[in-house]
């Protein structure tokens, strides 16, 4: 890919797990139109299944690189107050079902769930699975830092029903691990997959960044062929978000540590070209797969989904967000919890759904969340002819990428050529009104490259 296409596209763009994205939420959610979403939504969507994502917020260590809601504590007495708000919490959401609910999908994210000791784990799960039926083809899933999940974590998550797992590896590299503050070797790494195999864990993801301070195309080339000797079944490969703004502590390092745009672009073209080498597939964006996984048979099958947790196989349209800064989401509404575990925990303790913002869709914003999920799960988007108004602004926008060969437009459609997948969030943003009514005059996302 040339640099002169890197650096032109190479713009600050939302990375669209929702839309409207968080920033550009109306705020007018309260309590009581997110209990009326909820029980709508529950009404028409529950017997399909509901996903639950949990969020543990705590680590004992700053990864410096980290954007996501963290509390740093090596104090481990916080555990079971905290899952003890957790449920009842969840509580709070039960009451608003009139029957037991069908669970179709289970994540545990952070922060390091795996901060949290096995028993505690037990408790949690075991509790939420008490008040549920589980689908069919149910799907948990947690998130395991290498250097502290030990094969008791593993035994006991696979034992409530969890059969996927992701470990955050990020980089080999000592210089670059030093720097982000996140270190695990490569022979912790490969242990712990290995126990998860032999536990019987079908689907292992290691997630990777790019883009990181001091990291050299060496580097990543290192740690890149050291994970494809692992064969995890998914791999992230994530760009580095760089936004000290909103996280002081990539502080620790400037942008003058970090690779340049085209050089940056390169590693991700070096780690792409080495995973398809390796027999993975390209699946959504910035996720590969091996052929047997699920997340590439819903790709092929037209049916992966993308929310607040990633992509994901699974597609439940009411997804229940527990724990501080957890974001729920009903389909037509969005609601986050308060980001402070005090402020979460003195909320939930009072009986209230501990709501820090939401957003309650209109109908423009349904149908482009709908054109957005197409773009990201299938690489292309049909428009109908009511439509046409946001198609041709849409289109307009997308001069210079056609032109650039990065989309094609064909009729009422759109899609991402081969080079184009690599900008899509450039070519989602085409259509993001939201956006175009308000561009932002300060920097709010970090750019696409």
């Known amino acids: 890919m040339s640099k002169n296409i890197v650096a032109k596209y190479n713009i600050p763009a939302p990375r669209y797990t929702s839309y409207p994205t968080v920033p550009y939420w109306d705020d007018n959610l309260n309590e009581t139109e997110w209990k009326n979403h909820l029980k709508t939504a529950f009404s028409v969507h529950g017997q399909k299944g509901i996903s639950i994502y949990i969020h543990l917020p705590y680590c004992e260590s700053l990864c410096?690189?980290?954007?996501?809601?963290?509390?740093?504590?090596?104090?481990?007495?916080?555990?079971?107050?905290?899952?003890?708000?957790?449920?009842?919490?969840?509580?709070?959401?039960?009451?608003?079902?009139?029957?037991?609910?069908?669970?179709?999908e289970l994540h545990l994210g952070g922060g390091t769930p795996t901060f949290f000791s096995p028993d505690n784990l037990h408790y949690l799960i075991a509790s939420i699975l008490q008040t549920c039926t589980l689908s069919e083809q149910y799907d948990f899933s947690f998130e395991g830092h290498p250097a502290n999940t030990t094969t008791e974590h593993l035994h006991?998550?696979?034992?409530?029903?969890?059969?996927?797992?992701?470990?955050?590896?990020?980089?080999?590299?000592?210089?670059?691990?030093?720097?982000?503050?996140?270190y695990q070797t490569f022979e912790e790494v490969k242990q712990v997959i290995d126990s998860a195999r032999s536990i019987g864990y079908t689907s292992v993801n290691v997630d990777l960044v790019y883009g990181l301070p001091y990291q050299t195309e060496q580097s990543v080339k290192d740690t890149v062929q050291k994970i494809i000797t692992l064969q995890p079944d998914r791999i992230a490969f994530y760009s580095y978000a760089h936004v000290p703004w909103i996280k002081p502590g990539q502080r620790k390092f400037s942008e003058a540590d970090l690779p340049e745009s085209a050089v940056k672009r390169a590693?991700?073209?070096?780690?792409?070209?080495?995973?398809?080498?390796?027999?993975?597939?390209?699946?959504?964006?910035?996720?590969?797969?091996?052929?047997?996984?699920?997340?590439?048979?819903?790709?092929?099958?037209?049916?992966?989904?993308r929310n607040f947790m990633g992509y994901t196989a699974q597609q439940a349209k009411l997804l229940v967000g527990l724990g501080c800064s957890a974001i729920?989401?009903?389909?037509?509404?969005?609601?986050?919890?308060?980001?402070?575990?005090?402020?979460?925990?003195?909320?939930v303790e009072k009986g209230h759904f501990p709501i820090q913002r939401g957003h309650?869709?209109?109908?423009?914003?349904?149908r482009i969340r709908q054109h957005l999920l197409d773009l990201l799960c299938r690489h292309v988007t049909h428009f109908t002819e009511e439509e046409y108004p946001l198609f041709e602004k849409g289109c307009l926008r997308l001069t210079e990428l056609v032109n650039d060969g990065l989309v094609d437009i064909s009729g009422y459609t759109m899609k991402a050529t081969d080079?184009?997948?690599?900008?899509?969030?450039n070519i989602c943003l085409s259509i993001d009104e939201r956006y175009w009514q308000k561009v932002p005059e300060t920097v709010m996302f970090s750019t696409t490259a």
């Open 64 to 104: 410096t690189y980290c954007a996501c809601n963290t509390r740093i504590t090596v104090n481990h007495a916080v555990e079971r107050p905290y899952i003890e708000t957790l449920l009842k919490e969840w509580q709070l959401y039960l009451t608003q079902f009139d029957r037991k609910p069908v669970l179709k």
């Open 156 to 182: 006991t998550l696979y034992e409530l029903g969890f059969k996927r797992v992701s470990f955050g590896v990020q980089d080999f590299d000592e210089t670059v691990q030093d720097a982000i503050n996140r």
């Open 267 to 305: 590693l991700y073209d070096l780690g792409k070209t080495a995973f398809m080498g390796a027999g993975y597939e390209d699946v959504g964006m910035d996720h590969f797969a091996l052929p047997h996984d699920e997340l590439f048979e819903a790709f092929r099958n037209g049916n992966l989904h």
């Open 328 to 347: 729920g989401d009903s389909w037509t509404a969005f609601c986050q919890n308060l980001k402070t575990v005090e402020t979460y925990r003195d909320a």
């Open 360 to 366: 309650i869709l209109t109908s423009e914003d349904l």
């Open 419 to 425: 080079l184009g997948k690599a900008f899509l969030r």
